[in-house]
Nanobody, 125 residues
């Protein structure tokens, strides 16, 4: 069993920054990587960023590339998402997720094994 707890969401003006954290506990040794997804009202849960647990390779959605940075602290089992130059269209509930499987694709929400409860990010114009 894995528990993921997100923190750091809030309200920010356009152009501002927020830093999200995801603390993992439990059977985290099974993790291949950690991802961040977001879901706006009435929309699908979309991929934002991913980091491999062992080597720290990173992947980003085109919409956040150059503005968001994902990082991890293996010793503390924490993954962070630094979000800069925020736009109103970044408004969503942000979820972290653990991927333990090797099949499928890191870009699909269906190929993750555990999810956090989500944290709201609201960007005002």
């Amino acid at each position: 069993q894995v528990e993921l707890v997100e923190s750091g969401g809030g309200l920010v003006q356009a152009g501002g920054s927020l830093r999200l954290s995801c603390a993992a506990s439990g059977r985290t040794f099974s993790a291949k990587g950690m991802g961040w997804f977001r879901q706006a009202p009435g929309k699908e849960r979309d991929f934002v960023a991913y980091i491999t647990w062992s080597s720290g390779l990173t992947y980003y959605a085109d919409s956040v590339k150059g503005r968001f940075t994902i990082s991890r602290d293996n010793a503390e089992n924490v993954v962070t998402l630094q979000m800069n130059s925020l736009k109103p269209e970044d408004t969503a509930v942000y979820y972290c997720a653990l991927r333990a499987q090797t099949g499928g694709t890191k870009y699909s929400k269906h190929d993750y094994d555990d999810w956090g409860q989500g944290t709201q990010v609201t960007v005002s114009s």
